[in-house]
């Protein structure tokens, strides 16, 4: 893994609630109880998971791309490079997890992982746009 990948993965495995492991396909998947969030290849390709209506506007928006394999899908890729591209890396996973967490509030696992986490906090940090925010 290069230091970028390394850094995104130590960053993410801090978050509450989430699990590392290894994914199917190599590289490091991220989880939220039953959920995956992401999951990241050492050769830098960043795959996140969204509700299909946050995907397309975040590609509309230019922040990431279609999936590389399944482009019709709600999952995005995004190619980490060099370290520029960790803020933005980290970004996306963060608004998967609160659209999961999100979504599991009201489950035990959501309750249990999620009892601290302000959604709406966080979203005020991650400043999405309007349109993006309407739709989490």
């Not at 601290?116 to 005020?124: F, I, K, M, Y």
């Amino acid at each position: 893994m290069t230091a970028e990948i390394d850094a995104l993965v130590a960053d993410v495995s801090e978050w509450d609630g989430v699990e590392i492991g290894e994914h199917r396909f190599g590289g490091t998947e991220f989880t939220l109880g039953p959920r995956e969030i992401g999951h990241v290849h050492e050769w830098g390709i960043l795959d996140i998971a969204f509700p299909r209506r946050v995907r397309d506007e975040l590609v509309a928006a230019g922040r990431t791309e279609p999936h590389h394999i399944y482009p019709e899908s709600g999952w995005t890729t995004f190619h980490v490079g060099d370290s520029d591209d960790v803020a933005d890396a980290r970004w996306l996973l963060r608004l998967s997890y609160l659209s999961h967490a999100t979504a599991m509030a009201n489950t035990a696992a959501g309750e249990d992982a999620l009892s601290d986490l302000d959604v709406d906090a966080e979203l005020d940090a991650l400043d999405p746009s309007d349109e993006l925010r309407a739709l989490l």
